[in-house]
C-alpha cells in the first residue's frame, strides 16, 4: 500500500494561536499512535528557525529549506 505519514504544523509567534497549534498536534500526534503511523515533525524544526519567519507565520528562504529538508528526511526514513 501507499505510506500514510502524520505531519505536525509549524508553530506561530502568537501566543494564542501557539497554543491551538500545540493542540493539534498532540492530537495528532496520539492519532498516529493509535494507528501507528509515522511522524514527521516540523514543528520542531520551525521552532528552531523561529527567526525566519516574515510574518510570524510564514517563513523566508531559510525557514522553508529547513522544512523542507525535515520533510525529505522523514518520507526517506519511511520509504528505507
Known amino acids: 500500500g501507499t505510506p500514510v505519514a502524520v505531519v505536525l504544523t509549524t508553530d506561530v509567534d502568537n501566543p494564542e494561536r501557539s497554543k491551538r497549534v500545540d493542540a493539534r498536534n498532540a492530537v495528532a500526534l496520539q ?3 493509535e494507528l501507528g503511523l ?3 515533525d516540523i514543528h520542531g ?5 523561529a527567526a525566519c519567519r516574515t ?3 510564514h517563513f523566508n528562504g531559510e525557514g522553508y529549506k ?3 529538508a525535515q520533510i525529505v528526511a ?7
Request: net charge negative.
Open 66 to 68: 529547513a522544512l523542507a
Open 45 to 49: 524544526e520551525s521552532v528552531k528557525y
Open 55 to 57: 510574518d510570524g507565520v
Open 31 to 33: 492519532v498516529a499512535k
Open 74 to 80: 522523514g518520507v526517506d526514513a519511511i520509504l528505507a
Open 38 to 40: 509515522p511522524v514527521i
